[in-house]
């Protein structure tokens, strides 16, 4: 569970057992806005050089995920289409800070449990998928987003007190919590 202050809804499972396609179209568009958050975090703090190092490495790692995932949707003759957005994150995103450096403690965190959250839901889908490439592919994955999840809680510890971390993180798991029982079971990677 790291962080996560509840399990998913258990319609989801079931919901995206049932439309395989939508979740990896999601999942595809999921793994290239990791990335492209890495790259972000890197470009806004320059001056930070363990930030840039980290998100060096995630930015490539999250890239390898979502060309994976793009191998099984080609190989599947599967219709690659647009984001059609993510509410989940966009709302858990509502809730940052606007000013530094209490901007950066939220963003950080907020982006640690969106990977504990997509650990969470890639466990449930190989736990729950009877196809074996995929669930073996969802397996690997879970434990990278899982080590990501560390990476940022990490790197909140480096630059801020934990006890001001600690607080942070469970008044934000506690908004994520209230979002995550309020999404309907759609067949995304967040519901
Ligand atoms: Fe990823
Ligand atoms: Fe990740």
């Known amino acids: ?52 190092m980290k998100m060096a490495d995630l930015v490539e790692e999250e890239i390898d995920h979502y060309r994976s995932v793009l191998k099984f949707i080609e190989k599947r003759n599967i219709q690659f289409t647009r984001d059609t957005g993510d509410p989940y994150v966009k709302e858990l995103l509502t809730h940052l800070h606007n000013n530094e450096p209490e901007r950066l403690l939220d963003r950080l965190l907020t982006a640690g449990i969106i990977e504990a959250r997509s650990c969470e839901r890639l466990q449930l889908l190989a736990e729950n998928i009877s196809d074996p490439e995929l669930k073996s592919f969802y397996q690997a994955l879970s434990s990278s987003e899982a080590g990501h999840y560390v990476t940022f809680i990490k790197l909140a510890k480096l630059y801020f007190p934990e006890e001001k971390v600690n607080r942070r993180l469970d008044e934000l798991t506690n908004i994520e919590r209230e979002i995550v029982v309020s999404l309907p079971d759609h067949p995304t990677m967040h519901g």
């Open 1 to 52: 569970m790291l962080c996560l202050k509840c399990e998913t809804n258990p319609g989801w499972i079931q919901s995206a057992l049932n439309n395989l396609e939508s979740v990896l179209i999601d999942h595809a568009h999921c793994e290239k806005k990791a990335a492209a958050t890495g790259l972000s975090l890197l470009s806004t703090y320059p001056e930070k050089m363990e930030i840039n």
